[in-house]
């Protein structure tokens, strides 16, 4: 028996692009919130969305690298409280979202209420909890502080998810041929 590996090619290609398209959608893709350091992303329903289609590894994957990249880049150094925050949204979401089977077709309403279970529960940990923690261990910073913008950006995530995210794996669903619904004429 094969040895099934940790992460295919198309899957090692969905982390460079989905990265990639964290980096953009951050600079881009990023509503200021009112909150200090804190901003409404769109970034998180593309890291959903992947961590659907090509599972945990990649999810985990596609959030430190393109967080850190996006605040390499745009901040001059990461802040991680907030990637290993990223990494962890996708990883939860790509764990919990394994059985659905977008690949074929499959999204309806069965699969879109798990697929927002997922992810509240992602954002919840991640930016409830983790993300502050994280803040507060490393860097010093005042509780009431970090736990309101870990607030504020898990609330702004799960709704950006529910809405984009959702549409846009419904919009990937519809593309794929449903299993058994071809059939040969004549």
């Known amino acids: 028996m094969a040895k099934k590996e940790l992460l295919s090619i198309r899957s090692i290609v969905a982390v460079g692009i989905g990265s990639a398209l964290f980096v953009i959608l951050g600079r881009f893709g990023s509503i200021p919130s009112g909150i200090p350091n804190t901003n409404i992303e769109t970034t998180y329903a593309l890291l959903a969305l992947f961590s659907l289609l090509y599972g945990p590894v990649a999810g985990l994957l596609i959030g ?13 150094s990461p802040w991680f409280s907030w990637v290993i925050s ?31 279970l997922a992810q509240i529960v992602a954002n919840a940990i991640a930016w409830f909890a983790v993300a502050p923690t994280l803040d507060i261990l490393i860097y010093a910073e005042p509780a009431n502080k970090v736990y309101t913008q870990g607030l504020a950006a898990g609330a702004a995530n799960i709704v950006t998810v529910a809405v984009i995210g959702t549409l846009l794996a419904a919009a990937y669903a519809k593309t794929r041929t449903k299993q058994g619904s071809l059939r040969k004429l004549g």
């Not at 690298?65 to 901040?75: M, P």
């Not at 764990?95 to 927002?116: C, M, P, T, Y």
Request: glycine share 18%.
């Open 86 to 116: 990223s990494g962890l949204v996708g990883l939860i979401i790509g764990l919990l979202v394994a059985g659905i089977s977008i690949q074929d077709g499959v999204f309806g309403k069965r699969e879109i209420i798990r697929f927002n």
């Open 64 to 76: 430190l690298i393109g967080h850190t990249l996006k605040d390499f880049i745009f901040y001059g």
